[in-house]
């Protein structure tokens, strides 16, 4: 589905689901901006629709083609509602695994994150996620956070480590002659 979207005074048509998620890279890769705290209450009503609709558990604005600093966790019991948000710290580097999206369904990727997160928000205040103790919260926030920031989870995803094997002159070529190194590529 294609629908129309007002950007600094110029339409521009987006791709969504039928739920109403963005599915458009592009739009996806713009920072939003900060939001009133009036503009994220009817922010976080839509929101919680397209969630409960779902059945997932964290959204941003962004994804239901509103450009503005607020999200939407609903993990267990606990609701988080999310107003321009800012990362002051991270601790522990660890690589998450099969790291997924609402406006990529059937994608997932092993991505770069942090087990500790401390941040500061407008509606919830100064606070610290840990995954020892509060689950895959952490992750979530930071994936919300990156799209306010124009950064899409595969932009996080762990590179492949590249191994460089010294090769010796009496070795076969790499390049697959059957030759030896020394006689084919090392000249």
Request: net charge positive.
């Amino acid at each position: 589905m294609w629908v129309e979207s007002k950007k600094d005074d110029k339409l521009e048509v987006i791709q969504k689901d039928e739920f109403g998620i963005v599915q458009d890279e592009k739009f996806l890769r713009q920072k939003s901006s900060p939001a009133t705290f009036e503009e994220a209450q009817e922010i976080w009503k839509k929101l919680e629709e397209v969630l409960e609709t779902k059945k997932e558990i964290a959204l941003s604005a962004i994804q239901i083609g509103i450009p503005k600093k607020v999200a939407l966790i609903k993990l267990g019991n606990k609701v988080f509602k999310i107003l321009n948000p800012v990362i002051l710290g991270k601790q522990n580097e660890f690589i998450f695994r099969n790291e997924g999206c609402l406006s990529f369904p059937k994608i997932f990727k092993n991505t770069i994150r942090y087990k500790a997160v401390e941040i500061q928000d407008e509606s919830l205040g100064h606070f610290i996620v840990n995954i020892n103790t509060d689950n895959i919260l952490p992750i979530l926030f930071q994936h919300e956070i990156d799209h306010m920031d124009g950064i899409l989870f595969f932009d996080r995803m762990q590179k492949p480590v590249k191994v460089i094997e010294k090769i010796g002159r009496n070795n076969l070529c790499p390049c697959g002659s059957n030759k030896k190194y020394k006689k084919c590529c090392g000249m």
